[in-house]
């Protein structure tokens, strides 16, 4: 079984910057993709950003693209969501999610197998 950990939300101030880190243990070497997705009050969950962690190749929804950057450590085997410039409307609950493929559409739910319990970012003044 994979199991997911998300840490590294809070509250910032818009402009601010935080980390977020999702740690992967389990069958760690089965998994091709990691996505981030994000769940803000009333709204559905969205993609935010994803890698392929065999070769690196990594996807941004517009909202965030410039503003985040997604990156991974084989050997921690942790996957980090680096956001910058904070709004906002960035305000939700992150979650990272695995796939054991990897996946034809990244910012799609449905193509990810394991998830993590979420982690809640707030962006106010």
């Known amino acids: 079984q994979l199991q997911l950990v998300e840490s590294g939300g809070g509250s910032v101030q818009p402009g601010g910057s935080l980390t977020l880190s999702c740690a992967a243990s389990g069958f760690t070497l089965d998994v091709k993709t990691i996505g981030w997705f994000r769940q803000g009050p009333g709204q559905e969950r969205t993609g935010v950003s994803c890698i392929f962690i065999s070769e690196g190749v990594t996807n941004y929804d517009h909202s965030v693209k410039d503003r985040f950057t997604i990156s991974r450590d084989n050997a921690r085997n942790t996957v980090y969501l680096q956001m910058k410039n904070l709004k906002p409307e960035d305000t939700a609950v992150y979650y990272c999610?695995?796939?054991?493929?990897?996946?034809?559409?990244?910012?799609?739910?449905?193509?990810?197998?394991?998830w993590g319990q979420g982690t809640q970012v707030t962006v106010s003044s």
């Open positions: 999610a695995a796939s054991l493929t990897t996946v034809r559409i990244w910012d799609t739910a449905l193509e990810y197998d394991y």
